[in-house]
């Protein structure tokens, strides 16, 4: 009796999230809070979690008007 695919596949994982990535889309998305009308030098003091929840905050509005 064989042991079949089951046992044989190799464990599947999800990609790591790398450094540049991050920093791509960090800045990717200082840019889009530019574009909507906040100050840059406002935007380069925010820290990540800062800046996430204020795209947050913008999609909601602009989804609700």
């Given at each position: 009796?064989?042991?079949?695919?089951?046992?044989?596949?190799?464990p599947?994982?999800?990609?790591?999230?790398s450094?540049?990535?991050?920093?791509?889309?960090?800045?990717?998305?200082?840019?889009?809070?530019?574009?909507?009308?906040?100050?840059e030098?406002?935007?380069?003091?925010?820290?990540?979690?800062?800046?996430?929840?204020?795209?947050?905050?913008?999609?909601?509005a602009?989804a609700?008007?």
């Amino acid at each position: 009796m064989g042991t079949g695919r089951k046992f044989n596949k190799a464990p599947v994982s999800r990609p790591k999230k790398s450094v540049g990535e991050r920093t791509r889309r960090v800045a990717t998305q200082r840019k889009r809070l530019v574009a909507r009308g906040m100050d840059e030098e406002a935007v380069r003091k925010l820290n990540t979690k800062q800046i996430r929840e204020l795209l947050m905050e913008t999609a909601k509005a602009t989804a609700s008007a």
